[in-house]
């Protein structure tokens, strides 16, 4: 029987007892492209229309 996805992941990355006992997780997220900066203009041009 194959192993389900979690255990995948889990076994990929340090097992369970790992993550279990981790106290914190951090992450460093990029993000960019067309449909980033179309997302951000379109935000900004709601800012600017409510007057912030």
Known sequence: MPASLREQVLSA???????LGA??????VS???LAYKALAEEILAQ????GK
């Open 23 to 28: 106290k914190a997780v951090e992450a460093v």
């Open 13 to 19: 990355y340090g097992g369970e007892a790992r993550w």
């Open 47 to 50: 800012d600017e229309g409510s």
């Open 31 to 33: 993000s960019g492209g």
